[in-house]
């Protein structure tokens, strides 16, 4: 059994800074795609930020120049640095990981969500 545990949500004034963190733990073989998605109330999950193992980035356009994913692939812990927060950032931040985990002589992937950590940004 694998799962993915966020930390760093919180309240900030609109053009601070937050930063996340979501770490991997549990039977791990190796773990590919990292990413930060949000759902703000009323609105479709999306995706914020992406990260490959091999540290290739994708961001949306709403995070572009103001968000900057990382990764520690030692520390199967993916990151999320958030500066000049609007109040449109405000939602829940779901870490997601594709995780290889042992399966008998083998591997399989594994589709991970973390439980969430709310980000508010006030006016």
């Known amino acids: 059994q694998v799962q993915l545990v966020e930390s760093g949500g919180g309240l900030v004034q609109t053009g601070g800074s937050l930063s996340l963190s979501c770490e991997a733990s549990?039977?791990?073989?190796?773990?590919?795609?990292m990413g930060w998605y949000r759902q703000a109330p009323g609105k479709q999950r999306e995706l914020v930020a992406a990260?490959?193992?091999?540290?290739?980035?994708n961001y949306a356009d709403s995070a572009k120049g103001r968000f900057t994913i990382s990764r520690d692939n030692a520390k199967n812990t993916v990151y999320l640095q958030m500066n000049s927060l609007k109040p449109e950032d405000t939602a829940v931040y779901y870490c997601?990981?594709?995780?290889?985990?042992?399966?008998?002589?083998?591997?399989?992937?594994?589709?991970?969500w973390g439980q969430g950590t709310l980000v508010t940004v006030s006016s």
């Open positions: 997601r990981a594709e995780i290889a985990t042992p399966s008998g002589p083998r591997y399989r992937y594994l589709e991970v």
């Open positions: 990260i490959t193992r091999g540290l290739s980035t």
């Open positions: 549990g039977s791990i073989f190796s773990i590919n795609a």
